[in-house]
């Protein structure tokens, strides 16, 4: 079951914050967070751990509420560079790196 | 270091015909996973594997099949193309251990006509 995400866009100016959500109805062992510009490959920005750890960028943020099954990826300061889609991925308890994303948010950072 | 090979990149097939979508990686990757990417639907898993020999369905399955022989490929065959499998298909693979970073493929644009 793919987990929810919202909003499902947005558009900033550039140096404006974002919150982007995703929650999930499963217990969740780690929450995965990506970004895809148009045409491109997803890329991988964070992953966070039930438990507490995080892997990932040194300038994006979030956090992941175990208890709620929800995270928030933290984008401030925007910049152009931040536009793209980004997606949430979840990892239920148990499963083998079975990894499975939300439908996405699509993000615009205008000058 | 390549990271993950996708062939092709473009591809019109007719419906009721089968191919094979190819995907290697060079980074000796246990987890390997095929996504199809809808305008609207996200990433849908279709199939994983964990390892040479092993593979599990994902989300969206019916019509596709897989195999992993070696740990470095992991083909993904579709055995008789209908226009509903029109998407994008990406490959990804992420390394040994749990909930590490996946590395995607550039993807193949598939149009079934």
């Known amino acids: 079951q793919q987990p929810v995400q919202s909003p499902q866009a947005v558009i900033l100016r550039e140096g404006e914050d974002a919150v982007i959500n995703c929650s999930s109805s499963?217990?969740?062992?780690?929450v995965h967070w990506y970004r895809q510009k148009h045409g491109e490959a997803p890329v991988f920005l964070m992953i966070?751990?039930?438990?507490?750890e995080q892997k990932g960028h040194e300038k994006i943020s979030a956090s992941f509420n175990e208890k709620k099954q929800q995270s928030s990826l933290y984008l401030t300061a925007s910049q152009l560079s931040y536009s793209g889609t980004y997606f949430c991925?979840?990892?239920?308890?148990?499963?083998?790196?079975?990894?499975?994303f939300g439908i996405g948010t699509k993000l615009q950072v205008i000058p | 270091n390549a990271g993950v090979t996708q062939t092709p990149k473009f591809q019109v097939l007719k419906t009721g015909q089968s191919m094979t979508l190819q995907c290697a990686q060079d980074?000796?990757?246990?987890?390997m996973s095929w996504y199809r990417q809808d305008p609207g639907m996200g990433l849908r898993l279709i199939h994983y594997?964990?390892?040479?020999?092993?593979?599990d369905q994902g989300e969206v399955p019916n019509g596709y099949n897989v195999s992993r022989s070696t740990t470095e490929d992991f083909p993904l065959r579709l055995l008789s193309a209908a226009p509903s499998q029109t998407s994008v298909y990406f490959c990804?693979?992420?390394?040994?251990?749990?909930?590490?970073?996946?590395?995607f493929g550039q993807g193949t644009r598939l149009t079934v006509v």
């Open positions: 499963k217990a969740l062992y780690s």
């Open positions: 990804a693979s992420s390394g040994t251990g749990r909930h590490t970073e996946a590395f």
């Open positions: 980074m000796n990757h246990e987890y």
């Open positions: 594997s964990v390892g040479a020999g092993i593979t």
């Open positions: 966070l751990l039930k438990g507490g």
């Open positions: 991925g979840t990892e239920d308890s148990g499963g083998y790196q079975k990894v499975t």
